[in-house]
């Protein structure tokens, strides 16, 4: 890591298949406390040739919570306030294009967000805030991913457009065909409102979308065998985990302030002044929204 490099923290977010980061030094287990309820699970942070890691299993270890009922805000809160500045986060999907094969790393550069039953934003009535989603991941942190791909040799589609679906059950064929005629190019359960909370929190995000199956639209994949998802799935992590480990380096003198614009997303975004915001909502931001508190 360059000596003039300002300091920076990795948070992970791993999905399914991917529930810790191996080879992490001086690792522990931190139980972080946010006012927006219980995280996923305890974050284990430690180092890697001399970057900080904070590592959330999305699901929690063991994966025992569905898409639908993560709190994605605690989580958020929760990396934020273990000092988290770039996170990635990492997980299985279901490719809607034909070139897009199974084990085919896309990095997300778009989402279509069609989830319904989740609190999707830390402001509301005392505090409100409209951040932009126009460029919903950082280009520094996805330039950075790829060059760490490139290093180890894995293939990996820059650019796509993630639809995020309610789940737990995944698409009818009819849905399926649909998001394709929208261009959509992957089809996941957990980026939303992941994306969102992690600008309104002013963290750099991206996300690694692993390609496990063609969903539904293909007219073969019924002929698919359970035990070859579940192989390219552990094929998949072992691959996602030594991608977040070489994404470090590739950090090394990262350019500050973020050319996106994530680290200062609230500048342009808080629309209550301060003499009017609700004292209990700001306390609640004090992780989220210090910057600007």
């Given amino acids: 890591m360059s000596e003039t490099a300002p300091p920076f923290t990795i948070g992970v977010l791993g999905g399914s298949g991917v529930y810790e980061l191996d080879g992490l030094q001086d690792a522990r287990w931190e139980k972080v406390a946010s006012p927006f309820g219980e995280p996923s699970d305890e974050i284990l942070i ?3 040739d001399g970057v900080r890691y904070a590592f959330l299993p999305r699901h929690g270890r063991g994966h025992r919570i569905p898409p639908s009922e993560i709190n994605y805000l605690a989580n958020i809160d929760a990396l934020k306030r273990v000092g988290v500045t770039d996170l990635i986060s990492i997980g299985a999907c279901g490719s809607l294009r034909e070139e897009l094969t199974p084990a085919t790393f896309v990095l997300v550069d778009q989402f279509v967000d069609r989830t319904f039953a989740r609190e999707r934003t830390f402001f509301g009535t005392g505090f409100v805030a409209h951040v932009s989603m126009a460029r919903p991941v950082c280009a520094r942190l996805g330039d950075a991913l790829e060059n760490a791909a490139r290093s180890l040799g894995n293939p990996i589609v820059r650019g796509g457009t993630y639809l995020a679906m309610e789940g737990p059950q995944f698409s009818s064929r009819a849905e399926s065909d649909l998001y394709r005629s929208w ?4 089809i996941g359960m957990t980026n939303m409102p992941e994306a969102k909370l992690a600008r309104e929190a002013e963290i750099c995000y991206a996300t690694v979308a692993m390609v496990t199956d063609y969903d539904c639209w293909k007219d ?3 002929a698919v065998e359970v035990g070859e998802i579940v192989r390219i ?3 998949n992590a072992d691959r996602g985990r030594a991608l977040v480990a070489a994404v470090g380096p590739a950090l090394d003198g990262r350019p500050t302030p973020c050319a996106e614009g994530c680290e200062r997303a609230l500048d ?4 209550t002044p301060p003499e009017a915001r609700a004292p209990e909502a700001a306390h609640r931001l004090d992780a989220v929204a210090g910057r600007i508190l």
Avoid: S
Avoid at 183 to 186: G, L, M, P, Q, W
Avoid at 268 to 271: E, L, N, S, T, Y
């Fill in 220 to 222: 073969d994949c019924d």
């Fill in 233 to 235: 799935l552990n094929d």
């Fill in 183 to 186: 261009n959509c190019d992957v």
């Fill in 46 to 48: 430690g180092q890697l």
């Fill in 268 to 271: 342009a975004a808080v629309i």
